[in-house]
């Protein structure tokens, strides 16, 4: 199997990016479901690609399985989305988009000190990616993620640092640096 990332050219995927995107549903995202309104509402106010932002397609054996958003990029610490198409979730296609994303934000912007994500507590796939791609779990907000029903999940933030990327190493945080022990 080969896996490519592409960036995505708004103009001439416009249709395509609507199609993924809005025929789909997301279950682990705020939103679920996205309609083709918002997506090009989206595409237009430059949100896919712009100054701070790019994003690429997944792609496995010439078809398009996936899209990752790279926000904030002129931030040391830059957040993702990442989308993987319900027919090829469950094959470590996110995990490998996960270390791929990390290797191209750490070699292109020099800046970068750190590459943040957060996911839905109960979203173990995308939290199995994060650990095997050298992210450390870092904040536990409790039932801070609502979806579209108004039901609240906690989330989950992880984070990576340039030097632990570098060298293949973890560094965990410290939890126990409440003052006086409290």
Do not use: C
């Amino acid at each position: 199997m080969t896996v490519v990332y592409e960036r995505l050219d708004t103009e001439a995927d416009a249709g395509q990016l609507v199609a993924f995107l809005a025929g789909e549903v997301w279950p682990f995202h705020v939103f679920a479901s996205l309609t083709e309104e918002t997506v090009r509402t989206k595409l237009a106010e430059g949100y896919y690609d712009g100054e701070s932002s790019r994003s690429f397609w997944i792609g496995e054996d010439s078809e398009r399985v996936g899209l990752i958003r790279l926000e904030d990029l002129d931030d040391d610490a830059p957040v993702f989305d990442l989308r993987i198409g319900a027919a090829h979730r469950g094959r470590g296609v996110g995990g490998r988009a996960l270390q791929w994303l990390t290797g191209y934000v750490f070699s292109e912007f020099a800046d970068v000190t750190r590459i943040e994500g957060t996911t839905r507590q109960d979203n173990e796939p995308m939290r199995r990616a994060f650990r095997r791609g050298g992210y450390v779990k870092e904040a536990h907000y409790r039932e801070a993620w609502p979806d579209q029903d108004g039901t609240l999940y906690d989330s989950i933030g992880y984070g990576i640092l340039r030097r632990d990327w570098q060298t293949g190493s973890r560094t965990e945080v410290r939890w126990d640096d409440e003052p006086n022990g409290r």
